[in-house]
T-cell receptor, first 113, second 115 residues
Framework: GDSVTQMEGPVTLSEEAFLTINCTYTATGYPSLFWYVQYPGEGLQLLLKATKADDKGSNKGFEATYRKETTSFHLEKGSVQVSDSAVYFCALTLGTSYGKLTFGQGTILTVHP | DAGVTQSPTHLIKTRGQQVTLRCSPKSGHDTVSWYQQALGQGPQFIFQYYEEEERQRGNFPDRFSGHQFPNYSSELNVNALLLGDSALYLC??????????????FGPGTRLLVL
């Protein structure tokens, strides 16, 4: 079945460090890919998305490129802030699945001043 | 523009009881999906409602049921609660016939604790 695998966490960084969170997927078709963020005590917020191969999603300094050849959608940010501390979820959906999202297990990011 | 709202925010039940959770979608959205997020895990898809019908269902037992009303709001019902049903229940809404590319907007969730 369809699945999403995220890098083992948690991730702890100092402010202004470079961030990479790895995400790979397995899908029977051509998925759309998403990164969602969950701040403490809150629901999920869409961070960015990409709907076809080689698309780059970007928002708030975060970027991710849809790599079909490596079935990956790694999240990157050049300089993290304390306010970026949250749980990050990679997810996919297929055109045949009516928008049903399949999520990875999440990666906890903690940024220290 | 109100986003997705859910009620209640927190709930405590005992094993064997029944619970009803409620969701109002974002304005202009007609599709509602429900997810269960266990502690430390990613959300798992329960089911989706569109035009008052269950359109798709995840791997959850029949104890989990739902409903969508003409105003597109939705309820999630869980019968015969088990300790393992303790989780954050998230509602997400989207617009129109699902192509797989539309964005789903999530509510803040209802945290259910089963004792």
């Amino acid at each position: 079945g369809d699945s999403v695998t995220q890098m083992e966490g948690p991730v702890t960084l100092s402010e202004e460090a470079f961030l990479t969170i790895n995400c790979t997927y397995t899908a029977t078709g051509y998925p759309s890919l998403f990164w969602y963020v969950q701040y403490p005590g809150e629901g999920l917020q869409l961070l960015l998305k990409a709907t076809k191969a080689d698309d780059k999603g970007s928002n708030k300094g975060f970027e991710a490129t849809y790599r079909k050849e490596t079935t990956s959608f790694h999240l990157e940010k050049g300089s993290v802030q304390v306010s970026d501390s949250a749980v990050y979820f990679c997810a996919l959906t297929l055109g045949t699945s009516y928008g049903k999202l399949t999520f990875g297990q999440g990666t906890i990011l903690t940024v220290h001043p | 523009d109100a986003g997705v709202t859910q009620s209640p925010t927190h709930l405590i039940k005992t094993r064997g009881q029944q619970v009803t959770l409620r969701c109002s979608p974002k304005s202009g959205h007609d599709t509602v999906s429900w997810y269960q997020q266990a502690l430390g895990q990613g959300p798992q898809f329960i089911f989706q409602y569109y035009e008052e019908e269950e359109r798709q269902r995840g791997n959850f037992p029949d104890r989990f049921s739902g409903h969508q009303f003409p105003n597109y709001s939705s309820e999630l019902n869980v019968n015969a609660l088990l300790l393992g049903d303790s989780a954050l229940y998230l509602c997400a809404s989207s617009q129109g016939r699902a192509s797989g590319q539309e964005t789903q907007y999530f509510g803040p969730g209802t945290r259910l604790l089963v004792l």
